[in-house]
């Protein structure tokens, strides 16, 4: 390496690569350790999300606040957010856990003009962005990591296009920097809670089956994910039999 | 061409924001890179140099410097590009953050090779065709391609990554390179989300896409 001495100055030499690679997680450990506790934990917090995101999508598609190609763009987004919701559950089910409950939403204001709804939806796609990358020091499976990637970087597509459709500038509106920032859960949650009017505490007894049509708020149960806090994005039975299966060094604090 | 070339001698990273060149620092910093090249540089040393024996990162330095290529590839080719003013407008505002990002991955990648004892490759030596940077529409469609194969470059590697801090390195890159691809497939009118998913590439596919370009 000696070659780079131009660059690194010989700083290197001083920092061991443990001490290096610890510093360099420690860059990344914006999470509470306690955030998750498992595979399937991580993907009910981006369920929750991926609901939020199609169902608000599938409203504001629904006021026809907008025309030409903004049409055209949040159309393909909410079929991509629908896809997601699909794809999470059903991972979440193959993992042997259960998925949670679509929470119920309020978007109210967010579709009182072309500019608030795209606005609102900027909010959302950069939390996304910044929740799956918060998340993803926590999953464990390769294949789960995989597919969190990829929802990840289409997020931040969404992010950039929604930016570009307000007219946001190039720097912090289109683009946040030259490196994505990832958000802890509670500040994802601070961020989406307004809109959450609640989740259901009932897990899905059934097939679990993800309701993506419609943009229903209905319901009533005011309890889960707002008053019980993080523990409603537990999988409860869901996460010990995904334990049982896929036992890891590290997942021992669920029990 | 070399940077000192393009930037007159200038500091070669420059960040548009404050907080982009606080995190490169930060960064930077942690893993023990210089600041000389940063513009307003000021780091906090590390000062606890242990001794512990090097861990074991299987593929990761491979993995970093095929990245570290692609960066090279990338940030020469906006570089090279933005200096003929072929865009203008929006397409100028959208595509100019775009050349200071790859050039801030670029250093990235080669600080976290540095910091796992491995050795930068250099920058390649690249040709493009001599039509790449004829026109504005020519350039962002070279940029397109680019991008997009970016993209499934880093989110092909995710699986074969083993160190979680370089695989987080990797991803917050990742992500800002599925912006500049939804953007630049926007102004060359193509489709912004191509996949609901990101679609992901091995590295030989990835490296005979861009095998053209490297001299």
New interface residues.
């Given amino acids: 390496?000696s070659?780079?001495r131009d660059?690194?100055?010989?700083?290197?030499d001083?920092?061991?690569?443990?001490?290096?690679?610890d510093?360099?997680?420690?860059?990344?450990a914006l999470a509470a350790p306690s955030d998750f506790t498992s595979d399937v934990d991580v993907l009910n917090f981006a369920l929750t999300l991926e609901y939020l995101e199609a169902t608000f999508y599938e409203q504001g598609n629904a006021r026809n606040l907008l025309t030409g190609q903004a049409k055209q763009?949040l159309t393909?987004?909410q079929?991509?957010e629908e896809?997601?919701v699909q794809?999470i559950t059903q991972t979440i089910q193959k993992l042997g856990g259960t998925p949670v409950a679509k929470p119920m939403v309020n978007f109210d204001g967010a579709f009182a003009s072309k500019t608030m709804y795209l606005t609102t939806s900027f909010t959302f796609e950069n939390e996304g962005?910044g929740a799956y990358?918060g998340a993803?020091?926590y999953i464990k499976n390769?294949?789960v990591?995989?597919?969190a990637?990829?929802?990840?970087?289409?997020e931040?597509?969404?992010?950039?296009?929604v930016a570009?459709l307000l007219n946001k500038?190039?720097?912090?509106g289109?683009?946040?920097?030259?490196?994505?920032?990832?958000k802890t859960k509670a500040q994802v949650l601070a961020a989406v809670k307004p809109f959450l009017v609640s989740q259901m505490t009932t897990m899905p007894g059934g097939n679990g089956s993800p309701n993506t049509g419609g943009g229903s708020t209905a319901g009533t149960q005011d309890s889960g994910l707002l008053t019980a806090g993080s523990a409603a994005l537990l999988g409860g039975a869901g996460l010990a039999a995904y334990l049982a299966t896929h036992r890891s060094t590290d997942a021992d604090t669920a029990d | 061409m070399s940077t000192d070339e393009l930037f007159n001698g200038e500091p070669v990273i420059t960040?548009?924001?404050e907080?982009?060149r606080r995190?490169?620092l930060?960064?930077a910093g942690?893993?023990?890179?210089?600041t000389?090249?940063v513009t307003g540089g000021a780091l906090n040393?590390?000062g606890?140099?242990?001794?512990?024996?090097?861990?074991s990162t299987g593929g990761d330095l491979g993995i970093l410097n095929y990245a570290l290529t692609l960066e090279y590839l990338e940030f020469n080719f906006y570089a090279m590009g933005l200096s003929k003013g072929l865009l203008k407008g929006r397409d100028l505002?959208?595509v100019?953050?775009?050349r200071?990002?790859e050039q801030?991955?670029v250093q990235?990648v080669?600080?976290?090779v540095?910091?796992?004892?491995?050795?930068?490759v250099s920058k390649p030596t690249l040709k493009f065709p001599p039509k790449t940077f004829s026109s504005a529409d020519n350039f962002l469609a070279t940029a397109t391609i680019f991008e997009e194969t970016g993209?499934s470059a880093y989110?092909g590697q995710?699986?074969h990554i083993k160190?979680?801090?370089?695989?987080?390195?990797a991803?917050?890159?990742?992500?800002?390179?599925?912006?500049?691809?939804?953007?630049l497939a926007?102004l060359t009118h193509g489709?912004?989300?191509p996949?609901?998913?990101?679609?992901?590439a091995p590295m030989s596919s990835v490296l005979a896409k861009v095998k053209p370009y490297l001299g």
């Fill in positions: 390496m070659q780079h660059l690194v100055h010989g700083e290197l001083d920092v061991s690569e443990r001490v290096a690679l510093a360099l997680n420690n860059r990344w763009y393909q987004v079929k991509d896809t997601h794809a962005v990358l993803a020091g390769k294949n990591l995989q597919a990637a990829g929802i990840f970087g289409v931040a597509r969404h992010a950039a296009i570009n500038p190039g720097e912090n289109v683009y946040m920097g030259a490196f994505e920032t990832p | 960040f548009q924001r907080t982009d995190a490169f930060r960064w942690l893993i023990g890179m210089g000389a090249l040393g590390m606890d140099a242990g001794a512990a024996a090097p861990a505002e959208l100019t953050p775009i200071g990002h801030a991955h990235a080669m600080a976290a540095t910091a796992l004892k491995g050795t930068p993209v989110q995710v699986t160190s979680p801090a370089v695989l987080k390195a991803a917050t890159i990742a992500g800002v390179e599925s912006r500049h691809a939804a953007i926007h489709n912004p989300f996949s609901p998913v990101e679609k992901n």
